[in-house]
């Protein structure tokens, strides 16, 4: 019975628990089932609350937003950049090959036994190190940026305001939403960087590797040329007579076929390594600017001037031969414009350089001479091929040494020749024919003696240096053939600069400069010969850029230099200037407004010399403040007794701004007359008319009264005395006077020549006559002209000109009287006797 209740009350239970349900779900449906201007009204009513938790809020939801949209902005960004890539092709692939190519170059290094061949390893080596360097910071600066990258996603990782959700349920499903899509692009932005920073690494790590390896071949360079100096001076290869028995030469056909591939990739590297590419680049420049510069010249002059065949028998070079001699002048300079260039590439410049010289000087210079040029070159074509070889064979030192007996023999007869006529020959050949012979003495007993290496380098750089030393010379009278050509081409054109300029001055003054350019460069092509340039290069460095210290002043010599070069450049380029602007000023006539213009080039000079001044100071890392210190020292300097000379400084910037004189006026200083030649900072020249110069300070042309004649027109007033005797036709003479100075084309119709009659004079009547010269610096020969007709005309139409006349009056002793010559009138004092013998 219990059982059974039990029974019906779970069925009642679950009666109720069911229709429970359903009413729910009835309310649920009829709730579905509202019009629709309810179901507006509510979500407006939602908007509504949104908005004013917005508003109304504590700002937690703006600044979640806001991170949102700088998260999404700055993933847009970095994705930008990373998608972009970087740029690792070219590292990517030059690596491979010179990582293969570095692997062998030790066992180069190690069987190389010359020192040519070891230093020019060494300059690739030094090459491929900076290529290495200029990696290492475009990896650097990719890694940079793959930081940045990790360093925002770890940003974004680390935000924990990200995970705070706003407490409205539909805002907080939108930003959910959000955050999970900006996660995901993290994430992939993530990985994208993590595989871009293996890549990178990896790359990274192999040129890291290389770096060393290059370090470690410097290394073994630079011991190996340590050993070399070491055994230069033993006898490492034996006598001469016993070499077969020494077994550190090679077989020819071995060292001929290694030195082909060595030479073959050092010039492959060289010609294609863009390291030289501005080299090549300005070669290229020189030669075709250099050959079209020469070839305009030689086409003007043949166009415009009638007797072209007159001055091109003046030249010997650039008229007959224009390609020989553009190509002399690039195979002398081309090697200078590279750093360490490959000695294959050296030695064929020389050899061009010999060749195209051979064709020039052939029928222009002495015979005996081009005897020596023939023997040097072939001296030098087989010192080229030594100089590149890897091993030391038997062949080549006996070919040496018959080559240095051969230079010697033919060196000691051209000095013979020599002594028969030596004006014909360069200068100083005398003096360096007796250096080459005793350097190739040497180079020969050095080789008799076992002492290749030593012997080869004395020989191979007295040989190639006297040859560079012909072409230097041959290369300076291209330039001043050259120069002729431009300033004669130009001679025609009234307005060009170079019209003006003479040839011979101008040669004089470049001719002194091109010869210490030349020697300075034949120098360091010795050097790089004796392969001592690195050596002397370090030993200059060090000691320009060693501290020294006076008192508590530290310095380095090379501040010094870098300042005391700065002022002299200064210095130069004003004096060039000045030289040009002054030149061309004499020799054309000038307006008084561009005189204005052309005395300005004092306050050009001014300019050139302050900013240079602070451009030396700048580049020698000067203090400011000892500059200060300096200037406070000239300023007492200057109380002193400097006034003098800080007076005619200032005078001179006044004449620069005043311009009171400019250069090529006329003037009158302290009883002086002449024209201005110069304005300088302290003083001015005067050029008189006697051909002497007068040095004036610009403080008296300050202070005191100067006549300037050609201030504002180079017009001058000519003024004429003429006496005739009384009783001469006035009306007649003025006629006269009139008729000669108004028919002189020469003199100035404005302001018109005027005559007058000006005095009676005791002995004559006198006419003054005034007209003007259009140039004062031919208004004495119009005056003398204008003189000269008017005696003709006198003369022709009977007008007397009266003669000077003075009274003599003689007393004789005892009174006897006087004698009078007739002339002027006047009272007489009486002489003591005997004043005709006190006369006497």
Not at 545 to 566: C, D, G, R, Y
Not at 595 to 612: A, C, D, E, Y
Not at 767 to 793: C, D, H, N, P, T
Request: overall charge positive.
């Amino acid at each position: 019975m219990m059982r059974n209740l039990l029974k019906l009350s779970f069925i009642i239970l679950i009666a109720v628990q069911a229709f429970t349900q359903d009413c729910a779900a009835q309310a649920k449906k009829r709730k579905g089932h509202l019009s629709m201007r309810d179901s507006l009204r509510a979500k407006v009513l939602r908007r509504d609350s949104v908005i004013r938790s917005f508003k109304n809020g504590n700002g937690s939801v703006n600044i979640l937003l806001g991170k949102i949209e700088d998260y999404t902005t700055s993933f847009v960004e970095t994705n930008s950049d990373l998608s972009r890539g970087f740029d690792t092709l070219e590292i990517s692939q030059q690596l491979p090959p010179l990582e293969k190519r570095m692997g062998s170059m030790r066992n180069t290094i190690d069987k190389s036994s010359t020192l040519s061949n070891l230093v020019t390893i060494r300059g690739m080596i030094d090459h491929l190190k900076d290529q290495m360097n200029s990696w290492e910071d475009e990896i650097s600066v990719y890694n940079d940026q793959l930081d940045d990258i990790r360093n925002k996603v770890s940003d974004f990782k680390a935000d924990t305001g990200l995970r705070s959700a706003p407490a409205d349920s539909s805002l907080r499903v939108k930003c959910f939403i959000q955050i999970q899509d900006l996660d995901k692009k993290w994430k992939s932005l993530d990985s994208s960087a993590e595989k871009s920073i293996v890549k990178i690494g990896l790359l990274e790590n192999r040129v890291s590797a290389l770096s060393i390896l290059l370090i470690d071949l410097d290394d073994r360079i630079d011991l190996k040329i340590h050993d070399f100096t070491i055994k230069a001076l033993t006898n490492e290869y034996g006598f001469i007579w016993n070499m077969d028995q020494i077994k550190n030469s090679a077989e020819l056909d071995t060292a001929l076929s290694k030195t082909v591939r060595l030479s073959y990739l050092l010039y492959a590297y060289f010609l294609t390594n863009k390291a030289n590419f501005v080299g090549h680049v300005g070669n290229l420049l020189i030669l075709v600017s250099f050959f079209v510069w020469i070839y305009s010249s030689r086409k003007k002059i043949a166009r415009t001037n009638t007797e072209h065949n007159s001055i091109f028998d003046q030249t010997n070079y650039i008229v007959k031969y224009p390609y020989l001699s553009a190509l002399t002048l690039f195979s002398i300079v081309a090697p200078y414009l590279y750093n360490h260039p490959s000695q294959a590439f050296v030695n064929t410049m020389l050899l061009t350089m010999m060749a195209s010289m051979g064709l020039l000087i052939k029928n222009n210079w002495p015979r005996p001479l081009f005897k020596l040029w023939a023997v040097l070159f072939i001296a030098a074509f087989f010192y080229c091929i030594s100089s590149l070889m890897v091993m030391i064979t038997y062949a080549d030192r006996i070919v040496l040494l018959l080559i240095s007996g051969s230079l010697i023999y033919y060196s000691i007869q051209f000095l013979k020749q020599l002594k028969l006529s030596a004006d014909q020959y360069p200068p100083y050949i005398k003096l360096i024919l007796k250096v080459f012979i005793g350097l190739q003495t040497a180079s020969a007993l050095l080789n008799i003696t076992g002492r290749f290496s030593l012997a080869k380098i004395v020989g191979v750089s007295a040989t190639l240096n006297i040859c560079l030393a012909m072409g230097f010379y041959l290369l300076l009278q291209i330039l001043m053939e050259s120069l002729f050509l431009q300033l004669e081409g130009n001679k025609k054109s009234d307005n060009s600069l170079t019209s003006f300029l003479d040839f011979k001055e101008l040669q004089k003054k470049s001719k002194g400069f091109l010869v210490k350019i030349t020697g300075i460069l034949w120098l360091v092509a010795l050097a790089k010969n004796l392969a001592i340039d690195d050596f002397l290069y370090d030993q200059a460095n060090d000691f320009l850029n060693s501290p020294h210290k006076v008192s508590s002043t530290a310095f380095t010599f090379k501040s010094i230099l870098v300042f005391i070069v700065v002022i002299w450049i200064s210095g130069l380029v004003a004096r060039i200037i000045s030289y040009f602007y002054d030149f061309a000023g004499q020799q054309t006539k000038l307006t008084p407004q561009a005189k204005k213009t052309r005395s300005s080039i004092l306050l050009i000079r001014l300019t050139i010399f302050v900013v240079g001044f602070f451009v030396a100071i700048t580049a020698a890392g000067i203090p400011m403040d000892r500059v200060t210190i300096v200037i406070g020292a000239l300023g007492v300097g200057i109380g002193f007794g400097l006034q003098n000379i800080v007076n005619n400084l200032v005078s001179g910037v006044i004449l620069a701004f005043e311009k009171p004189v400019q250069v090529g006026d006329i003037i009158e200083v302290s009883g002086k007359s002449g024209t201005i030649k110069e304005i300088g900072i302290r003083s001015s020249k005067i050029e008189c008319g006697d051909g002497s110069e007068l040095i004036v300070p610009n403080g008296d042309l300050i202070s005191q009264h100067v006549v300037n004649w050609t201030l504002t027109n180079n017009n001058r007033r000519v003024e004429l005395i003429i006496r005739v005797a009384y009783g001469s036709d006035v009306i007649k003479v003025e006629d006269i006077l009139n008729t000669i100075i108004k028919g002189n084309d020469d003199i100035m119709k404005t302001p018109a020549p005027s005559v007058f009659l000006n005095n009676f004079s005791d002995s004559a009547i006198e006419f003054r006559a005034l007209f003007w010269a259009a140039e004062i610096s031919k208004w004495q020969s119009l005056k003398s002209g204008v003189m000269r007709a008017i005696y003709i005309a006198f003369d022709k139409e009977g007008v007397e000109i009266p003669q000077g006349q003075k009274d003599i009056q003689v007393n004789f002793p005892g009174g006897f009287g006087t004698e009078q010559k007739p002339g002027n009138t006047g009272n007489s004092n009486q002489n003591p006797p005997g004043a005709i013998e006190a006369a006497k």
